[in-house]
């Protein structure tokens, strides 16, 4: 089990940046794929972005691709989620999770068995 905090979140205006963090910790030795998901008020969770153990593979939802940026500092444990030019859809609560199935990168819910609280992101038009 892997045990995820997210920090970083808050208020911006529109066309404005925010940097979401995730730290790790486990006491189970493993390589674990990183995604970020973000969910809505009455929307479901939807996948934002995610990066391989390695960080030398990335992939992202069309909403975000562009503006988004994800990352990982496996030394420090954490991942990183680089936002820029925020639009108000991007509104959401984003949490952090890491998948222990190995291989590359996922972006499917069911895919991810950590997960973190959560950090709510909110951007003003």
């Known amino acids: 089990q892997v045990q995820l905090v997210e920090s970083g979140g808050g208020l911006v205006q529109a066309g404005g940046s925010l940097r979401l963090s995730c730290a790790a910790s486990t006491r189970t030795p493993g390589s674990y794929a990183m995604g970020w998901f973000r969910q809505a008020p009455g929307k479901e969770r939807e996948f934002v972005a995610t990066i391989s153990w390695s960080g030398n593979n990335a992939y992202y939802a069309d909403s975000v691709k562009g503006r988004f940026t994800i990352s990982r500092d496996n030394a420090k444990n954490t991942v990183y989620l680089q936002m820029n030019s925020l639009k108000p859809e991007d509104t959401a609560v984003y949490y952090c999770?890491?998948?222990?199935?190995?291989?590359?990168?996922?972006?499917?819910?069911?895919?991810?068995?950590?997960w973190g609280q959560g950090t709510q992101v909110t951007v003003s038009s």
């Open positions: 999770a890491a998948s222990s199935l190995g291989g590359t990168y996922y972006y499917r819910r069911w895919e991810y068995d950590n």
